[in-house]
T-cell receptor, first 113, second 116 residues
Framework: AQSVSQHNHHVILSEAASLELGCNYS??????LFWYVQYPGQHLQLLLK????DPLVKGIKGFEAEFIKSKFSFNLRKPSVQWSDTAEYFC???????????WGAGTKLIIKP | NAGVMQNPRHLVRRRGQEARLRCSPM?????VYWYRQLPEEGLKFMVY????????ESGMPKERFSAEFPKEGPSILRIQQVVRGDSAAYFC??????????????FGEGSRLTVL
């Protein structure tokens, strides 16, 4: 069965630190890739997505992610985090052939001021 | 443009009762998805509906669970004879086209069901 793995369930960083959240998926076919974010008390919202083309995609709030097909990975990065980045981050994968999004378990990110 | 509206936000039911969760998609969105999230787990797909049609219900338990998206009114996820294992957060999302076309789902804030 297809699956999405997020390596860290909890990450604690200080402001201005660099961030990388890992995401690996198991499906070997053509996929669409997403990162969603849920800020405290808010609904899930799209951070960035990859459909095709340049494997380095840029999203909102200075986030970016790189699709490495050979590694089945789509890691999320930000060079310098802010306290307001405290949130839960979810990686999700959609096989181009169907409607389902397969989700990782999420990473809770806490930024210390 | 109002976002995806889910109600109730919190619902408490005793074992054996019925739970009805409602989802009003964003204006102009005819595609609705329901997901379930258990503690410390990612979202799990349940069902995908377009107006009056169930497109994919492969993630729905075969018994006690049903979903509809009528021509008028919100989408409803219905759980009959709830059990403690049904306690979870249920999220609804909508999109103007199939996810294969847009790639973005717009989520509601979720309905948290607690079964006593």
């Amino acid at each position: 069965a297809q699956s999405v793995s997020q390596h860290n369930h909890h990450v604690i960083l200080s402001e201005a630190a660099s961030l990388e959240l890992g995401c690996n998926y198991s499906y070997g076919g053509t996929v669409n890739l997403f990162w969603y974010v849920q800020y405290p008390g808010q609904h899930l919202q799209l951070l960035l997505k990859y459909f095709s083309g340049d494997p380095l995609v840029k999203g909102i709030k200075g986030f970016e992610a790189e699709f490495i097909k050979s590694k089945f990975s789509f890691n999320l990065r930000k060079p310098s985090v802010q306290w307001s980045d405290t949130a839960e981050y979810f990686c999700a994968v959609n096989q181009k052939s169907n409607y389902q999004l397969i989700w990782g378990a999420g990473t809770k990110l806490i930024i210390k001021p | 443009n109002a976002g995806v509206m889910q109600n109730p936000r919190h619902l408490v039911r005793r074992r054996g009762q019925e739970a009805r969760l409602r989802c009003s998609p964003m204006k102009g969105h005819s595609h609705v998805y329901w997901y379930r999230q258990l503690p410390e787990e990612g979202l799990k797909f349940m069902v995908y509906l377009q107006k009056e049609n169930i497109i994919d219900e492969s993630g729905m338990p075969k018994e006690r669970f049903s979903a509809e998206f009528p021509k008028e009114g919100p989408s409803i996820l219905r759980i009959q004879q709830v059990v403690r294992g049904d306690s979870a957060a249920y999220f609804c999302a909508s999109s103007p086209r199939s996810i294969q076309g847009t790639g973005e789902l717009f989520f509601g804030e979720g309905s948290r069901l607690t079964v006593l």
